[in-house]
């Protein structure tokens, strides 16, 4: 399985961006997708994660503080891509981005996955 992740760059405070990431290979079923960063000098950590529902539960999202409000996580099932919509931009916002996703491939087995980072730069 691979991850490709896009969308990364650099924008002015108060502007917005929006990430795409894509799974591609061997898969059964994605079971979350989202999204992580890590700033220069700090851990990496959750921005947001999109996680697939059961027969008994709906699909779930969850953000991390900091970005609530602002960002948005969705999933296109059929296409397995994850994106991330982030808007009102800080200068805080500045990290890699990281794209992760935990998927089966077969019915007794997950893994999780990473997707290569991609810059966001915002400026003040």
């Known amino acids: 399985v691979q991850l490709q992740a896009s969308g990364g760059g650099l924008v002015q405070a108060g502007g917005s961006l929006r990430l795409s990431c894509a799974a591609s290979g061997s898969i059964l079923r994605v079971n979350a997708m989202g999204w992580f960063r890590q700033a220069p000098g700090k851990q990496r950590e959750l921005v947001a994660l999109h996680t697939t529902g059961t027969m008994l539960t709906d699909d779930s999202t969850a953000y991390a503080d900091s970005v609530k409000g602002r960002f948005t996580i969705s999933r296109d099932n059929a296409k397995n891509t994850v994106y991330l919509q982030m808007n009102s931009l800080k200068p805080e916002d500045t990290a890699v981005y990281f794209c992760?996703?935990?998927?089966?491939?077969?019915?007794?087995?997950?893994?999780?996955?990473w997707g290569q980072g991609t810059q966001v730069t915002v400026s003040s």
């Open positions: 992760h996703a935990q998927i089966s491939d077969s019915p007794w087995d997950s893994h999780d996955y």
